[in-house]
């Protein structure tokens, strides 16, 4: 039996790629890298646009986190990873380095997509 409210990485990620977040950014040796371009992207070049956070049903420490991401040239997509025991620190302290200015809190999904 699914649980009709349980809501997955994959589905917010579908979601977003109907909103033009198509892009995905994967870490690399201390930098961000679009999985399309294989562009690298300071943190100041990086806006945080949404956060989602995941506790697996069934496994409460299988824990992720959805970014939602925009770059300066224009790049739109997503970042997952992991946080908690499984978390990568060195993406972390990256992340940190972001401007503030730069992390937004935006609804950009419909209701509905939540």
Same mark, same amino acid.
């Given at each position: 039996?699914?649980?009709?409210? /349980? ?32 562009? /690298? ?47 990568? /620190? ?20 419909? /209701?509905?997509?939540?």
């Amino acid at each position: 039996m699914t649980n009709e409210y /349980a809501k997955h990485e994959t589905d917010y990620i579908k979601s977003y790629e109907k909103l033009g977040y198509t892009d995905s950014y994967r870490f690399v040796k201390g930098e961000l890298r679009s999985t399309k371009t294989d562009k /690298a992207y300071a943190a100041k070049d990086i806006t945080i646009v949404k956060e989602h956070r995941y506790e697996g049903m069934s496994n409460p420490s299988d824990m992720s986190l959805l970014y939602v991401m925009e770059t300066s040239d224009g790049g739109k997509g997503t970042l997952l990873t992991g946080y908690g025991p499984s978390a990568d /620190a060195d993406l972390y302290e990256f992340l940190e380095t972001i401007p503030e200015e730069n992390i937004k809190d935006e609804d950009l999904l419909p /209701a509905d997509a939540k």
